[in-house]
């Protein structure tokens, strides 16, 4: 079974930076689109960045110029590096991927979710 594991989140003052990673693992034949959604307490969840297997962007304009996304297509890892952090930003963050599998399907896997709070 496909899975993804983010480790990296934590607690953090604002103004601080914080990095979060998306591994993926299982029978995997190739991964398309990834991507970092969150959803804090009270609101619906939104997408914080995304990136294609050919690395174009696209970020929620809240994190524009604070977030940077990347992956790491030979290790199947994405990564979401979050500057300036503000208490606003406190949220659960899942990563998602778009997997083809070895067997032809194709489906979106979310992982488990990390908490990021942003807090003095």
């Known amino acids: 079974q496909v899975q993804l594991v983010e480790p990296g989140g934590g607690l953090v003052q604002p103004g601080g930076s914080l990095r979060l990673s998306c591994v993926v693992s299982?029978?995997?034949?190739?991964?398309?689109?990834m991507g970092w959604y969150r959803q804090a307490p009270g609101k619906q969840r939104e997408l914080v960045a995304a990136?294609?297997?050919?690395?174009?962007?696209n970020y929620a304009d809240s994190v524009k110029g604070r977030f940077t996304i990347s992956r790491d297509n030979a290790k199947n890892t994405v990564s979401l590096q979050m500057n300036s952090l503000k208490p606003e930003d406190t949220a659960v963050y899942v990563c998602?991927?778009?997997?083809?599998?070895?067997?032809?399907?194709?489906?979106?896997?979310w992982g488990q979710g990390t908490q990021v709070t942003v807090s003095s």
């Open positions: 990136i294609t297997s050919g690395g174009s962007t």
């Open positions: 299982g029978s995997i034949f190739s991964i398309n689109a």
């Open positions: 998602n991927a778009e997997v083809l599998s070895q067997t032809g399907s194709a489906y979106l896997q």
